[in-house]
């Protein structure tokens, strides 16, 4: 869309000076931008130095506005990408244009929507359009949206559109509906809260494939159902999709094998005020789902129709997020070593308070903190040649892709002091996760301290240490980093990869860098190496390769 062409559409929201006061106008930019270096001392894996890319310096950039009158609401996202996105972004992000745009009227009862929009339904096992910048994704669906909630316990969504992918849409319609009923409000429980969902969506693809032995339509259907009382919760959705053919490499359709795909996803717990037990269960099977079937595989998460996480613990130390894990929604049948058509597993989290004034928690009291996941291939019967087939069990149980463990202590010593101790023991199955080969055990210890000097003025110490069996073997890290105040911090951190069999390959990723706030502003600066490997944001990932260079990041809004 020109920019003209959305000007016309943003005219009858213009409002005259006498209402000035009414309207609301906001918005925001974020600039990420990257000056790649030639590096020396950086060695891939053949003894070849890192050196900059094709067009050294990169930048992403986005500038969005919202307009809002009364029930109305119009918005515009301009991007640009000079001259290219950032490594191992989506290609298609290239140049500069209106990216996205909405205009929306919302009441008590009605929100209708045309344009751009973000929805998800359920957990978004089935269906989930959002966007994250960090990791290159933005799958808004161009179409419309209806919301209606005739009561207050009664919710009706409706969505029809094509998918965002770079500044273009995908070649296919989406059409989804969902309905949730809170039954807790319609029969007026006072301590129990009960809340039923179902939800359809349905992709809409025609594709060159002669003689197709599926349908153009694939049909995806999901209930769900959530109960809580008093401190007791729990959570379960069922998600079903249609026969559809299989992609087991990217834009390579199998007119031969044909399959449906199911996602079971099970969450139960009880919380309290100093202790908390959480238990998750998922499998899935053959449910990866895209708004053009071939998009399967790509490593930009483009055309991404939902959302499957991985279920596991979020660590934030460098070294533990080196093996991370993935989802594995995929069907696999390369050889007799590597076969898969989903995952089966799930975590356990156990959290506690120890009481102040207690032997264990001293004067200030301790939490502790445990986290227990493991992930395995479907369990079943598998058929690598021609024809390739397999029969999944429901709660067969395969190869192991991975498992962690994690414990974590955090006891507050005074007012100033204040110190965490982690330890995280891995399994982790290179060939059925990457497609590569082997397998690792890692044991990984880490300790950090916080030591305050005034309200906003601190200074922070972490410490770490990985042992592994395999691959790129013993890792040593550690940070600094210094608050100044609420405004300025700066940080110096190195991970030294010392126990690599390769000489060449004994690497530090070393960085340095700091940040300044000034009301809604923030800028930082950054210089060092990227480890390569996954960045991932909530469970979901993208792959970044080694890379020198400085960094530079702006964050406003207004």
Not at 30 to 48: A, I, M, P, R, V
Request: hydrophobic fraction near 35%.
């Amino acid at each position: 869309m020109k920019l003209y062409q959305l000007l016309l559409i943003l005219l009858p929201f213009t409002v005259t000076s006498q209402e000035k006061e009414k309207a609301n106008v906001f918005g925001g930019f974020e600039s990420n931008s990257q000056w790649y270096l030639n590096d020396t001392g950086l060695k891939d894996e053949f003894n070849n130095p890192t050196v900059h890319p094709q067009d050294p310096i990169r930048s992403t950039n986005y500038l969005f506005l919202n307009y809002k009158y009364k029930n109305w609401t119009a918005g515009i996202q301009g991007e640009a990408y000079e001259k290219n996105a950032l490594l191992n972004m989506n290609p298609k992000y290239v140049g500069r244009n209106v990216a996205t745009y909405f205009v929306q009227y919302k009441t008590e009862k009605i929100d209708l929507t045309a344009g751009y929009f973000y929805e998800q339904f359920g957990s978004g096992l089935l269906y989930r359009s959002w966007e994250d910048r960090a990791l290159g994704i933005n799958n808004a669906l161009r179409g419309g949206r209806v919301i209606f909630k005739p009561t207050k316990y009664l919710t009706f969504k409706s969505i029809y559109g094509q998918q965002r992918t770079g500044f273009d849409v995908a070649n296919s319609k989406i059409y989804g509906m969902d309905a949730e009923v809170t039954l807790s409000d319609l029969l007026k429980y006072k301590t129990t809260n009960v809340t039923l969902g179902f939800t359809y969506v349905g992709r809409d693809e025609k594709t060159e494939i002669v003689n197709p032995k599926f349908n153009n339509l694939t049909n995806g259907f999901a209930g769900r159902l959530s109960l809580s009382h008093h401190s007791f919760y729990l959570s379960t959705e069922y998600d079903y999709k249609s026969k559809d053919a299989v992609v087991q490499v990217t834009d390579q359709i199998d007119n031969n094998l044909i399959k449906p795909g199911s996602a079971v996803l099970l969450n139960l717990g009880y919380s309290k005020k100093g202790f908390g037990i959480d238990g998750t269960f998922r499998r899935l099977e053959n449910m990866s789902f895209f708004s053009e079937r071939g998009a399967k595989g790509n490593s930009y998460n483009d055309r991404i129709m939902n959302f499957i996480p991985s279920l596991t613990k979020q660590n934030h130390y460098n070294l533990a997020n080196i093996y991370v894990y993935q989802a594995q929604p995929n069907i696999i049948l390369a050889d007799k070593d590597l076969v898969k058509a989903g995952e089966i597993g799930g975590q356990f989290d156990v959290f506690y308070d120890v009481k102040k004034g207690s032997s264990l928690g001293g004067k200030n009291g301790m939490k502790l903190a445990f986290n227990f996941s493991n992930w395995n291939a479907l369990g079943g019967t598998f058929y690598i040649y021609n024809p390739q087939d397999y029969k999944a069990d429901f709660l067969g149980f395969g190869k192991r892709y991975f498992t962690d463990y994690n414990f974590e202590v955090t006891k507050k010593w005074n007012s100033k002091w204040q110190s965490i101790f982690s330890y995280v023991n891995q399994y982790y199955n290179k060939k059925m996760i990457q497609e590569t080969y082997g397998e690792v055990n890692t044991n990984i210890l880490a300790a950090e301290a916080t030591y305050k000097f005034a309200t906003s003025r601190s200074i922070r110490v972490v410490g770490e240490h990985l042992w592994a069996d395999h691959d790129k073997k013993n890792w040593a890290s550690a940070t600094a980093e210094l608050n100044l105040n609420s405004k300025l911090s700066f940080y110096l951190s190195d991970m030294y990869n010392y126990g690599n069999d390769v000489d060449y390959l004994r690497n530090h990723y070393y960085s340095a860098g700091g940040s300044y706030r000034w009301k809604a502003t923030r800028i930082a600066l950054n210089y060092g190496r990227q480890r390569g490997g996954l960045v991932c944001v909530g469970g979901v990932c993208r792959f970044v390769p080694e890379s020198s260079g400085l960094s530079l990041s702006l964050n406003t809004s207004f």
